[in-house]
């Protein structure tokens, strides 16, 4: 990166650790506990967020029961629902407009993605 896009991106440390502390607080506020472990990347019009941890005591009981099926559903659900919240936090620490937000889960390992798309800077 030269010092031209350095300066178009002041924030940009400050703002991936800002963005996982938002993204774990959410799905907390949503699901009643938080990933363990969340890792945010900022790079020119996109930021990725990737949680471990994410599944509750009960998601992953029923992943060891086989029922994978049933957790895929219920987590796009939690995704669904807390879209907007996420949405709002990317870009009130980015200052830009997300334009798309995509949102995927691995059970085994337990891992999410949080990866929106950010509209071209000013």
Known sequence: MDASEQDNHPRRGQSGGAISSAVVGIFREYT???PTK???TIANDHVAVV???TLLKAERSLVAAG???AIRHMRRRF???MGDDLIAAVERE???KVTAFMSDNQLDPD???EFFVLAPAE
């Open 67 to 69: 029922e994978r099926d």
């Open 38 to 40: 969340a890792k945010t």
């Open 94 to 96: 980015t200052g830009r």
């Open 79 to 81: 995704q669904d629902t």
């Open 111 to 113: 891992y999410a993605v």
């Open 51 to 53: 949680l471990e941890d």
């Open 32 to 34: 009643g506990r938080g």
